[in-house]
């Protein structure tokens, strides 16, 4: 991995990960794949290694991730699928010609097209997205509770009723705000 930019936020499902790629929309927003090698950087955490990534298709993945940042939204709050985000999301997916292969360990993996390595890849992730977004797997869109961030995740807890895109993050972050600001209502004890 490279050093010096933000640490991937990384998550079970290949689609809403993607869409944290940019994180804190509604606060001090973070890009996370600021460069096309870091691009790279991330497909291969997700096992969709691409020898190289261009200025034009980084712009390809970004216009990808916020399209299905939009389409998870609408979809979380079951509101219309806008028709720009689906157009696109349905795009990727079609142009994408990754073929799954099993591996003797009993796993799927993915094979990229050599001359087409990043829109095969970015077409993997348009099908995740319209796995999820459809209710074809098994878990439920929500977002965020956290003002500042409202990430879209796919929750897959036995009750559906997680609230943070990451407990390690989000949850913590906003379990902190609560409790410094109950310190501060909270008048102090007399001996």
């Known amino acids: 991995m490279r050093t010096g930019f933000p640490e991937f936020r990384l998550g079970s499902v290949l689609a809403t990960s993607f869409t944290g790629t940019l994180s804190e929309r ?3 927003a973070v890009e996370r794949i600021p460069t096309p090698q870091r691009l790279v950087d991330w497909l291969a955490v997700y096992g969709l290694a691409v020898d190289s990534c261009t200025a034009a298709q980084l712009e390809l993945a970004r216009e990808l991730r916020e399209s299905i ?14 028709s720009p985000a ?34 095969d890849a970015l077409g993997v992730i ?20 956290s003002p500042t961030c409202r990430a879209a995740f796919f929750d897959t807890s036995r009750s559906r009723t997680r609230r943070w895109c990451d407990m390690n993050t989000c949850g ?20």
């Open 86 to 119: 689906v157009h696109v999301i349905n795009s990727r997916s079609t142009q994408g010609r990754a073929a799954a292969v099993l591996t003797p360990e009993r796993e799927r993996q993915w094979r990229l097209g050599s001359a087409s390595a990043v829109e």
């Open 126 to 145: 348009a099908a995740d997205a319209i796995s999820i977004i459809s209710g074809e797997r098994d878990g439920k869109l929500a977002l965020c509770a």
């Open 69 to 82: 940042h939009a389409a998870a939204t609408a979809a979380a709050l079951e509101e219309a699928l806008p």
């Open 26 to 28: 509604h606060g001090d």
């Open 172 to 191: 913590n972050r906003e379990k902190k705000a609560r409790f410094h600001a109950n310190q501060r209502t909270t008048p102090p004890r007399t001996a």
